[in-house]
């Protein structure tokens, strides 16, 4: 197996009012992100990161979410979940920032219905299964904003790119570019999940694991639903998963 069974994972998403945005103490690792972080700010309104967004709930939760139609938006099933009840948040109550950076955006609509994971449970919390494809109430930006579905798995070593909204900066967007998809771990008993060495922490839930296509464009070849306690390794659900995109 490629990843020990006893490696702890913790999931990315933490309600808005939990949040210290403050930097960490030095000495301090952050899950996710490791002793050396290699995240950076990122242009917006450059491809691949004009398509991508802050998911939040007015319950108070912040995620990451990519726009892979114009009215569809790809994230994490755990970002809808209120964490009182355990149970998914009414629909209407999302809202997603395309392009979000210090309080503007560059456009914005209120999610109309939602779909997650084929068996997601939120008590057990399976990053297999950790998906949500949001159909938003009104279609955003020009065509080339969407990003692809990737089909297939890509090879492990395939190099690869993180960026998300992130806790301890959680007003830009920050992206390690730099990184590799590992392979794919397949537990017993669960769902496979692509294995990473992006960095990145809480509130990168539903960010897009990138990868490059042969054209010069960005694909979204998995989306980040865990990540281990103390160094840059992460868990995505493949983007082979879910279902057609219109």
Same mark, same amino acid.
């Given at each position: 197996?490629?990843?020990?069974?006893?490696?702890?994972?913790?999931?990315?998403?933490?309600?808005?009012?939990?949040?210290?945005?403050?930097?960490?103490?030095?000495?301090?690792?952050?899950?996710?992100?490791? *002793?050396?972080?290699?995240?950076? *700010?990122?242009?917006?309104?450059?491809?691949?990161?004009?398509?991508?967004? &802050?998911?939040? !709930?007015?319950?108070?939760?912040?995620?990451?979410?990519?726009?892979?139609?114009?009215?569809?938006?790809?994230?994490?099933?755990?970002?809808?979940?209120? *964490?009182? !009840?355990?149970?998914?948040?009414? =629909?209407?109550?999302?809202?997603?920032?395309?392009? $979000?950076?210090?309080?503007?955006? !560059?456009?914005?609509?209120?999610?109309?219905?939602?779909?997650?994971?084929?068996? $997601?449970? =939120?008590? &057990?919390?399976?990053?297999?299964?950790?998906?949500?494809?949001?159909?938003?109430? &009104? &279609?955003?930006?020009?065509?080339?904003?969407?990003?692809?579905?990737?089909?297939?798995?890509?090879?492990?070593? !395939?190099?690869?790119?993180?960026?998300? $909204?992130?806790?301890?900066?959680?007003?830009?967007?920050?992206?390690?570019?730099?990184?590799?998809?590992?392979?794919?771990?397949?537990?017993?008993?669960?769902?496979?999940?692509?294995?990473?060495?992006?960095?990145?922490?809480?509130?990168?839930?539903?960010?897009?694991?990138?990868?490059?296509?042969?054209?010069?464009?960005?694909? @979204?070849?998995?989306?980040?639903?865990?990540?281990?306690?103390?160094?840059?390794?992460?868990?995505?659900? *493949?983007?082979? @998963?879910?279902?057609?995109?219109?």
């Amino acid at each position: 197996m490629l990843i020990r069974a006893a490696l702890a994972v913790l999931l990315l998403a933490l309600p808005a009012a939990a949040q210290d945005t403050r930097r960490p103490p030095p000495g301090l690792l952050m899950p996710g992100v490791g *002793p050396d972080d290699p995240r950076r *700010p990122v242009n917006r309104r450059l491809q691949p990161f004009e398509s991508l967004g &802050r998911v939040q !709930t007015e319950l108070g939760g912040r995620c990451t979410g990519a726009l892979v139609a114009p009215d569809r938006v790809l994230t994490a099933a755990h970002c809808l979940i209120a *964490p009182r !009840t355990n149970r998914p948040v009414q =629909p209407r109550s999302v809202h997603f920032l395309l392009g $979000y950076e210090r309080g503007e955006w !560059t456009a914005q609509a209120r999610v109309a219905s939602f779909v997650i994971g084929d068996g $997601y449970d =939120p008590q &057990r919390g399976e990053a297999g299964a950790d998906w949500a494809l949001l159909t938003l109430d &009104r &279609r955003l930006g020009p065509p080339h904003r969407p990003l692809p579905l990737l089909r297939q798995v890509p090879a492990p070593r !395939t190099p690869a790119m993180l960026a998300g $909204y992130q806790q301890d900066r959680p007003e830009v967007l920050l992206a390690d570019s730099q990184c590799r998809i590992l392979g794919l771990n397949r537990p017993r008993g669960g769902l496979p999940t692509l294995v990473h060495d992006c960095a990145g922490t809480r509130g990168s839930s539903g960010a897009p694991l990138l990868v490059q296509l042969p054209g010069g464009g960005w694909g @979204v070849a998995g989306v980040a639903a865990a990540v281990s306690a103390d160094m840059a390794l992460g868990f995505a659900v *493949p983007a082979a @998963v879910v279902g057609e995109v219109e």
